[in-house]
């Protein structure tokens, strides 16, 4: 585990950690011991212009990132020892391909090899809500548990699971898709095409859906004039925004939100017992509005010890959880 | 893990397994490798008795079973090297002690020291749903899995976690609560207080309340003759009985219940990516009648790739389960 990583010489080993997201790729470097973030830099995706263009930029920001990190630090180009990838989609990790990447439009791209013949360092691929959760483990709000569960709300709602101090991955790297849970049998349809899934309440756009719907159920509220009346362009954020502002609307969409999400993670917490629950993505902007309500819910759902075992956290790594993450399951794959 | 352990000389180390449920005590005698059960023996647990009572009944056994695993071996006294313990409620594991057992009225009771004591053996105490779970993959329906949810379905709805060839425990001893998932948040009270858990559908008591209901709303049936008029006697198994004889009520009822259960391991099979899925109880009876809508309702809710990675089978040693994990935790806990 990279917590336990002694450097192997004085000369420090360094990785470069890629977190490549719908919109935006973040590349980074980091020391094996997890010491400091280095030449952390953001581009956007650009997906639309094809597969060839995005792994182009990936490797140019690789590149780019070793050449400042050596200028930072003073290292040699061999202290570079790899490149720690996290990609969204069904993944076959052993391969180090991309299966499907709907946002991506990508079906079956070999991303680590193309990675690795142009960079010429070893790689590892592991999905994008993995590395969230994993960096969030190593150097951020979930440092010191053993068993950890990561929600990453965003356009979905993706899941991690670190249990006794490792990633779980599951029989076939599938594990972790905690948002197509369940939680309202007959409930709303879903993006997958099920109904009731937490992902149909609580990502992005389903609380703006949810805000949407009540708003023209002719409830009053200021977030149409946030939006100059245009419902089409409220997002989460403006709900969040307009509950910070006292409006009643807003703050019962996030109200039931965080009700929703307590569910969800009522039962991760009766079937995983974690002693750490990490939740990243913009939902977390919402603060005590959503987190008073989603603990109230976990303890009226999940049972007291198990309620007393864990805390439930937000993130600490917004723009680099990713990227620490992809440096961690490197070096945990490669020690 | 027990499948791998190889006899350590030429006289095979014996060990004792106990199951106490609610009901009944089971115990019995199986070698280190496996390869049968001895002795097998089943008593009423009487639990109004005392828990003294109890725990002399439970030692007795363990030495009636070694008594008759002598005589029919020929192994000493010496080649018996534990006894290993499934008791239900939420335990310490590693104290030994039963925290809260309500179906026996037992609360902070050291139950591992009292047979060690008594027997003069080792001993290991784990869950009683954990040890079923851990039977079925050992020699049982989930044998060469490595990631198995076992769902034990009778009174209440337990579960157990087996990841990458290990129970997995949790951090206090509290994971596999598979019963209190909510598979409708704004559904049916569950005995433990909240609304829409798994088991206020799919429990034993569950299934016949859902009949009671469905016969009080005037639906004809069969199912009330079969009891005599006197609905309060109708059980789960009279269900499976009525909807074997073709009545239409209880089929709906079977097949409700699959649907249930079917949202639940959807929702397993989307966080844990397991390759096996085993239930055991007397649910399995109903058979296809059962496993074809829930097998539907799986495929339908969990992402493909999960579900083809994933065998949902009803368990194998439902009279022995408990024993063969008992058995099992003792030796992956003294290897």
Redesign the interface.
Known sequence: MPQQTAPSSDAPRYVVGVDLGGTNIVVGVMPEDGSREIAMRSQPTRADLGADVVVDRICQMVEDAITIARAETGATREQFVGVGVGAPG?LDRGRGVVLIAPNLGWRDLPLRALIMDRVGLAATLDNDANCATLGEWWTGAARGA??VVGITIGTGIG?G?I??GRL???????????G????????RRCN?G?Y?CLEAYASGPAIAERAREAINADEPSVLSSLVGGKLERITAQTVYEASEKGDPLAREVVRDTA??LG??I???L??????CVVIAGGVTQAGDALFEPLNAEVR????R??V???RIVPGILPGSAGVVGAVATFLQQNQ
């Open positions: 069904p053993r068993n899941g699971l249990l006794d779980y991955h599951g029989s076939s790297d599938m594990a972790g898709e905690i197509h849970m369940t939680i309202d049998s007959n409930g997958c099920n009731g009700r929703f569910a969800g009522a039962n991760l009766n079937t995983f017992n974690p002693d009226r759902r999940a049972f010890p198990v007393e075992a864990c």
